[in-house]
T-cell receptor, first 116, second 114 residues
Framework: DAGVIQSPRHEVTEMGQEVTLRCKPISGHDYLFWYRQTMMRGLELLIYFNNNVPIDDSGMPEDRFSAKMPNASFSTLKIQPSEPRDSAVYFC??????????????FGQGTRLTVV | AQSVSQHNHHVILSEAASLELGCNYSYGGTVNLFWYVQYPGQHLQLLLKYFSGDPLVKGIKGFEAEFIKSKFSFNLRKPSVQWSDTAEYFCAVKGSGNTGKLIFGQGTTLQVKP
């Protein structure tokens, strides 16, 4: 398996534009997480899905942020409209639960978003 | 509420020095615990994990961690660090099974001087 795949790797956009980040989890994994990493706030959990269903979106900072998982192999994180303070590295991760046992989360390479 | 706290934000060591990074968590049930490492410009990679059994867990690159349930701690250790260990280290906790979310501590930046 190629691991968790995120696209794009880098995104530079102007303030006010819509940004869509994409993630393909590892095949067979039933959990998908979106994180945001900044110097000031560290690694923040934005939202996570279990079997394509959003379980907890309490980390989503504002209504400008939305995430979807239309099927087991694809998820998007959308910011509309984007603002300079959204500049960060966004990571997607996936994991698997077998019975009561979690695997570790496997991370994608991240998308470095710069909003100017 | 579920939370993870890492005591050290920035640690500077000389090569061959011993390392211990503190991690405490707050969670009401059975937990799975993880340490991840992030090398400069890269994504997070797993160092080691604890699910159950022996509370002393050995990971890659000579790292180990000890789960002390009574202290809600999962400290990371390495007897002798190398320059290549320079990175950011994250402790993470998830409720076991289908409960709980995977959350991370603030991270500890380790700088090893050659």
């Amino acid at each position: 398996d190629a691991g968790v795949i995120q696209s794009p790797r880098h995104e530079v956009t102007e303030m006010g534009q819509e940004v869509t980040l994409r993630c393909k989890p590892i095949s067979g994994h039933d959990y998908l997480f979106w994180y945001r990493q900044t110097m000031m706030r560290g690694l923040e959990l934005l939202i996570y899905f279990n079997n394509n269903v959003p379980i907890d979106d309490s980390g989503m900072p504002e209504d400008r942020f939305s995430a979807k998982m239309p099927n087991a192999s694809f998820s998007t994180l959308k910011i509309q409209p984007s603002e300079p303070r959204d500049s960060a590295v966004y990571f997607c991760a996936s994991s698997l639960v077998v019975g009561q046992r979690n695997t570790e989360a496997f991370f994608g390479q991240g998308t470095r978003l710069t909003v100017v | 509420a579920q939370s993870v706290s890492q005591h050290n934000h920035h640690v500077i060591l000389s090569e061959a020095a011993s390392l211990e990074l503190g991690c405490n968590y707050s969670y009401g049930g059975t937990v799975n615990l993880f340490w991840y490492v992030q090398y400069p410009g890269q994504h997070l990679q797993l160092l080691l994990k604890y699910f159950s059994g022996d509370p002393l867990v050995k990971g890659i690159k000579g790292f180990e961690a000890e789960f002390i349930k009574s202290k809600f701690s999962f400290n990371l250790r390495k007897p002798s660090v190398q320059w290549s260990d320079t990175a950011e280290y994250f402790c993470a906790v998830k409720g076991s099974g289908n409960t709980g979310k995977l959350i991370f501590g603030q991270g500890t930046t380790l700088q090893v001087k050659p």
